[in-house]
């Protein structure tokens, strides 16, 4: 594993390699909203959030914004579509029948239980919006959840070579009461500032706690939770 040092070092660099790609991002999200004074403060402070900064007070003229009408349009007509995974067996034997009905109903109600398909809906016009779209899997919880493509740092030639083995993720505004257990002792206010760095090479999982390094486990899984 690595040490403090280094997950820092890495950190830094997964920060410094994605600041061009996340200024794409704002371009794009202004484009979206029809908002040229949007900011990434606004949108990550959960008191905001997005719906506010739908609309510029200060354009006296309305507009139609065909950039958001065709991204809604399309995510609208993608949401009607219920994927889930299907099982079925090839000359199977009458327990290998059994085995994938039970994986189904498994995988069907894991789908309901963790709302996967308006996620997924969620993450499809992130990807429309900014060229990226994440769900990010909890590797301690198992939780599935959206992550927002500004939050998510990679590595640029990983990503072109579509092989991911780092990552950093950070949530600004993060509630204090959300975090595990054993970090929330390290915050005093009610919000912070919390990242997760992800190192498949290195087996590293570090948590970070406005902006200084927390806890480092073992991270033993191939890929990325992402």
């Known amino acids: 594993m690595l040490d403090k040092n280094e997950i820092a070092s890495n950190i830094n660099k997964l920060l410094g390699k994605s600041s061009a790609m996340r200024s794409k991002y704002l371009l794009n999200l ?4 029809d908002n040229p004074t949007l900011g990434w403060d606004a949108l990550d402070n ?5 719906g506010l900064y739908e609309y510029d007070d200060s354009d006296n003229n309305p507009s139609i914004n065909v950039i958001k009408s065709c991204i809604d349009t399309l995510t609208s007509s993608i949401s009607d579509s219920k994927v889930r995974p299907y099982f079925c067996t090839v000359n199977g034997s009458f327990n290998e029948v059994v085995a994938v009905k039970q994986a189904q109903d ?5 789908y ?20 990226r779209g994440h769900f990010f899997i909890n590797p301690v919880t198992c939780e599935i959840n959206r992550a927002y493509p500004w939050q998510v740092y990679l590595m640029p030639n990983e990503v072109s070579y579509n092989k991911l083995t780092r990552m950093y993720y950070e ?25 997760l760095y992800f190192d498949t090479v290195n087996e590293t999982c570090a948590a970070v706690i406005n902006n200084s390094i927390k ?8 890929v990325i939770p992402l």
């Open 30 to 33: 202004k484009r979206y909203f």
């Open 46 to 50: 959960s008191d905001t959030g997005w």
């Open 106 to 110: 498994f995988f069907d109600y894991i």
């Open 112 to 131: 309901d239980d963790k709302d996967i398909n308006h996620k997924g809906t969620e993450i499809f016009r992130d990807a429309c919006i900014f060229g």
């Open 171 to 195: 949530r600004t505004f993060f509630p204090t009461y959300l975090l595990p257990k054993e970090l929330q002792k390290e915050v005093s206010g009610n919000t912070c500032t919390y990242g």
């Open 215 to 222: 806890s480092i486990s073992k991270y033993e899984k191939e």
